[in-house]
């Protein structure tokens, strides 16, 4: 196969790291990365600042991808951070050698900056969707000024891209008339790999999320661990890994008598992360919704099965790589990750055969002939 023309991409996002944010949108700064190895990347993000009275540009590079960060004042007011973001961008566009194509990322609520660079820069854009406000219960809420971004980019966007069928689901009637892709977001299969480590003579279940309460049901996770202990496996673990506060978790684990069977830790690095997954015996998923699910395509990759609910990616989950649970429902759950302590036969081979389909190489050229579609 050909290999792409280089190009000069342009990264936005609404959601991207920054010094006072590390772990926020770090998928964004992944696939930059990822992207670097075909083509020139750079990455413009704005940063609102209270106390700040001028704009400042601070410029970096890391791993082939240039970050411009532009940091503003942020604004008492809806007009007032409205124009100083577009102050700062259009400050920020200065810096920058005209691009080939513009890619922006998570919509709300910044992805009017993405057109306005469209305007400035005059190439395509493409959009890629990770956020999770179609969900139910938070789509009918969507506000006027997030309705009008979500209108801004079906008018504008060349190409509209939903990390999961799942996602592109609940996305579809906010943009009818525009066809929408599915491209998953890259994982790196290189580094998530099966392990030959010596099994533990324990069973050891792996959680590792943001520990948002909203989402991702902590709750109905150590109550289906509390109904594994009450029926007498007394060999049951759960290790919770975060990047997040977890004290008010660890305290609720020991109202419930399960400190013994409960372990929270973190914030780890990704290298840091591989081997819990290696030599967990199931990952668990009980998110009430989740776009895509980095976390668990990782625990594929290593040759580690899944239990989840039907939420991003796993609602395509193939019975030969998990077991999915209801949502909301401990018991269900329980009974799921029985099974798993009961000696329920996995291949590592097939997992991590699912898991390939969002490899870095396979996503890079996904989006190159993505890219080449709408520039040459």
């Not at 600042?49 to 791993?63: S, T």
């Not at 996305?171 to 030959?196: C, W, Y």
């Not at 390939?356 to 190489?361: A, D, G, I, M, P």
Request: charged share 25%.
């Amino acid at each position: 196969m050909a290999t792409a023309k280089r190009k000069h991409i342009l990264i936005m996002s609404s959601w991207y790291p920054t010094p006072e944010h590390p772990f926020l949108g770090n998928f964004v700064r992944h696939q930059a990365q990822v992207m670097a190895v075909s083509h020139t990347i750079t990455v413009l993000h704005t940063v609102p600042e209270e106390d700040r009275k001028e704009i400042e540009i601070v410029q970096q590079e890391e791993n082939g991808v240039r970050e411009v960060l532009v940091y503003h004042p942020k604004g008492s007011h809806f007009l007032s951070r409205r124009n100083n973001r577009l102050k700062a961008i259009e400050k920020g566009f200065k810096v920058i050698e005209k691009p080939n194509l513009i890619h922006g990322h998570v919509l709300i609520p910044g992805a009017y900056l993405f057109v306005r660079a469209k305007e400035f820069f005059k190439c395509p854009l493409v959009v890629t969707e990770h956020a999770s406000y179609y969900r139910p219960g938070r789509k009918n809420k969507l506000s006027l000024k997030e309705k009008y971004v979500l209108q801004l980019v079906r008018r504008h966007a060349d190409k509209i891209i939903a990390v999961s069928d799942f996602l592109k689901s609940d996305m579809q009637d906010l943009f009818i008339g525009k066809a929408i892709e599915v491209i998953g977001n890259p994982v790196d299969t290189e580094l998530f790999r099966p392990s030959h480590l010596t099994q533990h003579d324990f069973t050891y279940f792996l959680h590792v999320s943001t520990l948002d309460k909203q989402l991702k049901n902590i709750d109905g996770i150590l109550e289906a661990v509390g109904l594994l202990v009450q029926k007498g496996y007394e060999e049951v673990k759960l290790k919770v890994l975060s990047d997040e506060p977890f004290e008010a978790w660890e305290e609720k684990a020991a109202q419930m008598g399960l400190s013994s069977f409960v372990e929270f830790s973190g914030p780890y690095t990704h290298e840091e992360l591989v081997p819990h997954f290696q030599e967990a015996s199931a990952f668990v998923l009980f998110s009430h919704y989740e776009t895509f699910s980095i976390v668990l395509a990782e625990a594929l990759s290593c040759g580690i099965p899944v239990i989840s609910t039907p939420v991003g990616i796993a609602a395509d989950l193939p019975t030969d790589c998990g077991l999915l649970v209801k949502d909301n429902d401990p018991l269900s759950l329980a009974m799921a990750m029985e099974k798993i302590l009961n000696d329920l036969p996995f291949d590592p081979t097939t997992l991590r055969k699912f898991a390939l389909h969002y490899s870095e190489q396979e996503i890079r050229l996904k989006l190159n002939e993505l890219y080449t579609q709408l520039n040459g």
